[in-house]
């Protein structure tokens, strides 16, 4: 059982750890693991990650005892011309979030999607999207913490909630 773990703001110095999360999010499946430079290579992944902290950008770390980072959550404010895959409209924040496996299960993944999700509302923010391939664990921790589905996708869901 891993040990405790506690929260702390993204900075920018965590940006090659937050590409270690878009690769756990993207090989969430069991054996479905595509190497980290191809994943971060694509477009349809790098652009949560490239040019990390962008003004809009905010996110939290998870860390455990030894302050090595465990898993985060973010978002980034997309435009129209590239969206992400949960992409709603301008003005709405897009959530990534990834957990390293041991951590999975946890409580890490909900206490960083909270915290993102009460900064979000503390900054204004109405509404916050993400996107969800169908058959994702994480899809139950999406609806228990608000998050409906809006829009099916081909294989994936987009997943708003509100915010205020």
């Known amino acids: 059982m891993p040990a405790s773990f506690r929260i702390r703001p ?5 940006g090659a750890f937050l590409g270690d999360m878009v690769v756990e999010a993207a090989n969430w499946r069991q054996g479905g693991a595509r190497p980290r430079h191809e994943v ?8 949560y990650v490239a040019g990390w902290m962008r003004p809009g950008d905010a996110g939290f770390i998870a860390v455990d005892a030894q302050d090595q980072p465990i898993g ?4 980034r404010m997309l ?5 992400g895959f949960g992409y709603i409209g301008t003005g709405v924040p897009e959530l990534i979030i990834g957990v390293r496996p041991i951590w999975r299960a946890h409580g890490a993944g909900r ?3 909270q915290r993102l999700c009460e900064h ?5 923010f109405a509404r916050i999207s993400l996107s969800v391939e169908r058959g994702n664990f994480a899809q139950q921790l999406y609806r228990s913490e608000g998050f ?17």
């Open 40 to 47: 971060i290579a694509h477009p349809d992944h790098s652009r």
């Open 72 to 75: 985060a959550a973010w978002y």
């Open 10 to 14: 993204a900075t920018q110095a965590d």
């Open 111 to 113: 206490a960083l999607l």
């Open 148 to 164: 409906a589905v809006t829009e099916a996708g081909h294989g994936r869901d987009t997943m708003v909630k509100r915010l205020r």
């Open 79 to 83: 435009p129209r011309t590239d969206p």
């Open 120 to 124: 979000a509302r503390a900054q204004g």
